[in-house]
T-cell receptor, first 115, second 111 residues
Framework: NAGVMQNPRHLVRRRGQEARLRCSPM?????VYWYRQLPEEGLKFMVY????????ESGMPKERFSAEFPKEGPSILRIQQVVRGDSAAYFC?????????????FGPGTRLLVL | GEDVEQSLFLSVREGDSSVINCTYT??????LYWYKQEPGAGLQLLTY?????DMKQDQRLTVLLNKKDKHLSLRIADTQTGDSAIYFC???????????FGKGTTLSVSS
């Protein structure tokens, strides 16, 4: 059973470009979370999605950031017009939909560098 | 608001026990977790504890939970050089929709 997959593992963008980060949850998992880790910091929650629905986006910046988890295919975190401050590691986590099984399993992360 | 605090560094000798401490603010937290992160890698779930438990043991790992003081600790017995990593404490938020992480404790194990 493959774990949570993220790609690309490393992404370099110039200021003003768009960044697209992909996350494939573990098999059988229908809940996806995105977290951001700034240098020397812990992880900060961004958004929580189920298939085709955004459940909680309280950690998402109001502008330039969006996330989706379509019926088919991976979850996508999209950052438009990137700035240097967006440089960070972005982690995706997934879990099952069963109540009581709340444990989130993390992917290896995408390290975004904005030049 | 919800917050998780950890000490930033711990240095131990190989073979000693390591104890990493964490305090949290949300008394209604149902689940508390310990994750391990090696350089350049993702987070590996080490263990978790449900809030109605005081202790959980899993091989070399022992988790102690003091709900009254909102204090969580992770003890690693017979610490090895391969245990060198950053250890994150996390609580499930009140809404059950996200994990709140501490800033991580860097464990350095010397031989």
């Amino acid at each position: 059973n493959a774990g949570v997959m993220q790609n690309p593992r490393h992404l370099v963008r110039r200021r003003g470009q768009e960044a697209r980060l992909r996350c494939s949850p573990m098999k059988g998992h229908s809940h996806v979370y995105w977290y951001r880790q700034l240098p020397e910091e812990g992880l900060k929650f961004m958004v929580y999605l189920q298939k085709e629905n955004i459940i909680d986006e309280s950690g998402m910046p109001k502008e330039r950031f969006s996330a989706e988890f379509p019926k088919e295919g991976p979850s996508i975190l999209r950052i438009q017009q990137v700035v240097r401050g967006d440089s960070a590691a972005y982690f995706c986590a997934s879990r099952t939909g069963f109540t009581g099984l709340e444990t989130q399993y993390f992917g290896p992360g995408t390290r975004l560098l904005v030049l | 608001g919800e917050d998780v605090e950890q000490s930033l560094f711990l240095s131990v000798r190989e073979g000693d026990s390591s104890v990493i401490n964490c305090t949290y603010t949300d008394s209604s937290s149902t689940y508390l977790y310990w994750y391990k992160q090696e350089p350049g890698a993702g987070l590996q779930l080490l263990t978790y504890i449900f809030s109605n438990m005081d202790m959980k043991q899993d091989q070399r790992l022992t988790v102690l939970l003091n709900k009254k003081d909102k204090h969580l600790s992770l003890r690693i017995a017979d610490t090895q050089t391969g245990d060198s990593a950053i250890y994150f404490c996390a609580e499930l938020n009140q809404a059950g929709t996200a994990l709140i992480f501490g800033k991580g404790t860097t464990l350095s194990v010397s031989s």
